[in-house]
């Protein structure tokens, strides 16, 4: 799958999976923190003129340590950016590996991460919401 694209965004989110699992980041608890306290995906708003693959890259390297290739990307859609619906928002899904798992250096955004499973989260009350519907696109895609 190829995210070479310029397109215009605003950023990425991306679930990393591993075993039917996908790996949360507990965001810290700031007021006025958007979506404090809550799980999310590793992400973030675009650096300069980064592609949708470098934006996600970076982010997942600063936020876990965990240097992502290209060819780990399986998945991708575009939606309405969580912060402003008049801008895009890349989603992505990555596949990643126990070893990577294992090589987590948490970075200083956020609580906490852990890996759930996957049906679990899509059933949690304490996740960003508009994720769920960004997964269930990509398992959609698998039937």
Same mark, same amino acid.
């Given at each position: ?41 590793? =992400? ?12 996600? $890259?970076?982010? *997942?390297? &600063?936020? @876990? ?44 955004? =956020? ?12 059933? $949690?009350?304490? *996740?960003? &919401?508009? @994720? ?12």
């Amino acid at each position: 799958m190829t995210t070479h694209s310029r397109e215009d965004f605003t950023g990425v989110k991306i679930a990393l999976i591993h075993n039917d699992k996908v790996l949360m980041i507990h965001r810290d608890d700031k007021p006025g923190l958007r979506f404090a306290g809550l799980w999310d995906f590793p =992400g973030g708003g675009r650096e300069g003129n980064e592609t949708p693959y470098e934006c996600a $890259a970076r982010e *997942v390297d &600063e936020e @876990l340590g965990i240097q992502l290739n290209e060819d780990q990307i399986i998945w991708h859609s575009a939606h309405p950016a969580m912060h402003d619906p008049k801008l895009t928002a890349l989603f992505m899904v990555a596949k990643i590996t126990q070893d990577e798992l294992d090589a987590v250096k948490f970075g200083d955004e =956020g609580q906490s991460w852990k890996m759930r499973d996957i049906g679990e989260f899509m059933n $949690a009350n304490d *996740v960003i &919401e508009a @994720l769920k519907g960004r997964l269930q696109g990509y398992l959609d895609s698998l039937r």
